[in-house]
């Protein structure tokens, strides 16, 4: 039974937060238990090369997952607008638009990057068999960039109108698809670094097949297309897309310049660099979840004019995001040497690890700082303002401080240098954000954008 609009416009601020993320975690924590998987079950065949050309590979990857988030961003900002202006139809209508364009737009990527990728992964460093392991592992998942577009979409879809159980329990199905065939792929077809990419491909078919479903034929929440309307709706999608993906283009250029700069200091750097880029996603998985959950709250009660629930859920955020920081910090102090067993790190590499579990974990508060800011900037009509503090935190301040580290410190200060740029930038966005979310309610509703007004007079 599809949901009612204004879903989040009454009742309690914390427990809709905690009821969107707790499904928003369990969601998140299967998509990155598929990377994760990935990089365990190949550690496993004791070649450091294999591990470093995952390493190499991702800051591509992290580029299409960027891609992806700032469709389904639009997606949230758009429909939850809709939906706290009580207009349902308008919410199925651009819904439709919107996975249109994200489908268009990744079919054209694919062919791109897949023909890109030997060229960028030695412009990051990758040589000799780290090289081929990784342009092979990368063009067989880019392979399924426009299902990944689909199914991240799909899922913000169904989280912008409430229901978050079905976009949980399809990305759960697709980690439990993940888990089964990777060692089936890895070990007993013996394809290595080839049947781990088909793991992924696969689990992420699963993914859409279950999200795009729920979509259709659970909540209807596809309108009639219409190239009129269409048209004019490119204008409202690119407002958040455009902003949100070239917002995000900045993380893959910084992880890549991480990557180049951990190259220096040769394979078992890379190989730490890439499981800490692994562990770092899955440990402090909340402060991925908390803007997914954030986001329609605040989108529908930005819509409604509620100022004062608003100021509420950043107070509310703020709380989460220390608690939450202070657990997962003293978890990983607690089982650093646990890891670095787990994934048969050399001793070179487990000191690294040990670096980041032990000193630099607690820093990543300013990280869920940052996203749950930029998810504010975004719902709420002010995409080029996340735009700018997501760059400016790259180009300006985690690139030129990884280069110092790394000069004056080596591998180590690569690590420190990454977290000093989040941290600077995390304090600085999370003060904007809620300044503004502090004004005066008439303020907020006057500066309220009208979601499809033109359209909506046809």
Known sequence: ???????????????HIFSMAHTSMLALVAM????????????????????????????????TLAVSLGISTAMTALVSRAEGQGDRERARVFATHILLFGLG??????????????????LLGAVGRAHALGTSYLQIVMLCLPVLVLSMSSGALLRAIGAKQRSMWAKV????????????????????????????????????????YGVRNVHNMLGRFDAATFTKDLGEIAKVTVPVGLAKIGPPMASGFIMASMAKFGSDAVAAMAIIERIAPFAFVGYMALPQAIGPIIGQNFAAGRGDRLRAIWHTVWGLIIGYGIVVAGGLYLFSDQLAALFRATPDTAVLLGQFCTAIAPLYMFLGLQYSSHTFFNVTGRPNLAMIADLTKELLGVIPLVWLGSVYFGAAGVLWGQVAGICLFGALTGMMSYRLACRPVAAIV?????????SLQR
């Open 1 to 15: 039974m599809a949901l009612q609009p204004q879903y989040f416009v009454t009742g309690s601020i914390l427990r």
């Open 32 to 63: 990155v238990l598929v990377d994760a998987l990935d990089l365990f079950f190949l550690s496993l065949l004791g070649d450091v090369d294999v591990v470093a050309g995952l390493g190499f590979a991702w800051p591509l990857i992290f580029f």
């Open 105 to 122: 737009l990744s079919v054209l990527m694919t062919i791109i990057l897949w023909l890109a990728a030997p060229h960028m992964l030695s």
């Open 173 to 212: 199905a697709g980690a439990v698809t993940n888990g089964v065939l990777d060692p089936i792929f890895i070990f007993g077809f013996g394809w290595g670094v080839e049947g781990a990419a088909w793991a992924t491909v696969i689990s992420r078919v699963v993914i859409m097949v279950i999200a795009f």
């Open 446 to 454: 006057d500066s309220r954008p009208k979601v499809g007004e033109a």
